[in-house]
């Protein structure tokens, strides 16, 4: 995770030395949408749509030459069961973000919707998070996240797979920069049966 640090300290209504909590839940929608447009924040993506979840999986792949070797992932995350993780604490390590989709049309686009993982050092990372509560509860982590891949010698083959299904840069990035990214897209699958 990258952006703010895991403990911010805000002035206002309170002390300097009263700590709130990042993002403060006025602004989740407002930060959303910083995340939408690449600046840095705490929130992690999600999407309801897997195939979404595959093409960014395959695309940042066709991007990155360097990113080219091993295997793309796609992770399923369970929303109820994190939500119900921390059902009884009125202060979560892990909190899902749903933003209004009327203000980001990439968002809705996309189905999207965030994780913010609070009290943790940035070192941490979500599934860490996820697999210390899972512990306490006696549950397996796979009840909660799982971890689907495939070669990275596959993310053409995606790629022209998901187009057929219309899911491309014209379908997840709504506007004429969609559409341009698409024409630019399709010479990764051309040729892919």
């Known amino acids: 995770m990258v952006g703010a640090p895991a403990a911010a300290v805000f002035a206002g209504t309170g002390s300097i030395d009263t700590p709130r909590r990042w993002p403060p839940h006025e602004l989740t929608s407002l930060v959303a949408l910083a995340q939408h447009y690449l600046i840095p924040t705490r929130l992690l993506d999600w999407t309801w ?30 929303i109820a069961m994190v939500e119900s993780l921390w059902i009884h604490q009125t202060d979560p390590d892990v909190e899902i973000v749903r933003a209004p989709y009327a203000s980001n049309p990439n968002l809705a686009a996309q189905a999207g919707l965030f994780t913010v993982a609070r009290h943790v050092h940035e070192n941490v990372g979500l599934q860490a998070v996820l697999e210390r509560q899972c512990m306490g509860r006696g549950l397996p982590l796979n009840t909660v996240l799982a971890k689907l891949t495939l070669p990275v010698t596959e993310a053409r083959s995606l790629m022209a797979r998901l187009a057929y299904e219309d899911v491309s840069a014209a379908t997840v990035f709504p506007g004429y920069g969609g559409v341009s990214e698409t024409l630019r897209e399709q010479e990764w699958w051309d040729g892919c049966s």
């Open 49 to 78: 749509k897997p195939r979404v979840a595959a093409y960014f999986a395959a695309r940042d792949v066709m991007k990155n030459e360097a990113r080219r070797k091993g295997r793309l992932a796609v992770w399923a995350l369970r």
